[in-house]
């Protein structure tokens, strides 16, 4: 079964060929479509396909990749942004998925690379087999549907973090793998980068919980707080059996150190899913209440879940050390430096 790969790019001259060289080898089609470049990126695209056309940028992501979609002339489509590949050693995998003509679409796990601390649901590269992971101690992993059928039925939805799953799954099935699409954007991402998309998501913006939470969430990582309190609660008045939206909340008050407050939203949270993120959070929480074993307990149901995490253990670590267990502590910090080197800055035996 054939594959088209569909691209839409503005300004990535340093990134459009690195995406295009990655699955030359895999795709018998690249529909490359520009929405404003003024780069060298089509440019660029032109070394690996003739098919490039031109969008006049609207300020909506579906639009124009849908765009791109109508181009595409083979059976299946894959669909990556600039900043991502394709490892040339899942090429096997991906093609025996058009196999499986059972399904409309697979989602595939796109691997957000990253330094940072503190990040939503990171995980470890130290032991990881892919080259592409060596360009960061992490990344924070993330199931999208990027691989489906060539529909006329199937299409993106959503001006910003568009979604194409929700087209499918009204008249198919899609099925979950874990092949990763390596996402390096993440390194490089600003403060500035994320207030256009909270623009352009206000700009579109529906009386929808998803989306509230989605915007309270970006605002929380710029540190625009007291407006992310309010589109939180926007969210949580629309939908109360949607956790995130307790979670982001609870990890607010823990930073204005409302603890009553913190702990309202997190056992709220805790009460509709077990999550990795909630039991570290629940742990920070009880450490900063005093109550160590407490901390403990849920800093160790975090790990079980997601063992890989520097910063779970870094908290483990500090809760063991509060409480006079000076060895176990060690071994903890000694773990999230292994796992994640950018801990050296804050533990003080490195």
Known sequence: MGISLCVIAKNEEANIENCLQSVKGLVDEIVFVDTGSTDKTAEIAKKFTGKIFNFKWN???????????????????????ADET????????????????????FSLIQRNYTNNIGEFGWVSGKDDSYDESKKAFGYVPRAMVRLFRNDLRIGFEGAVHENIGNSILKIGKIFDTDIPIHHFGTLKETPEKIRRYIELEKKNLKDDFFQYCKIGIQLHSIQENDEAVEFLKKSIEKNQEFPFSFLELGVIMLEKRNLEEAKRFLHKAESLIEHPMINNYLGVLYGLLGDYQKSVDYLKKAIALLPNNADFHYNLGFAYAKAGMSNDAYAEMKKAVELNPEYKKLVEFY
């Open 59 to 81: 300020d909506n992501f579906s639009d124009a990749k849908n765009f791109a979609l109508n181009h595409a002339t083979n059976e299946w489509i894959l669909f990556l942004d």
């Open 86 to 105: 394709i490892a040339s050693s899942d090429y096997g995998r991906i093609r025996d998925l058009t196999k499986k003509t059972e399904f409309l679409g």
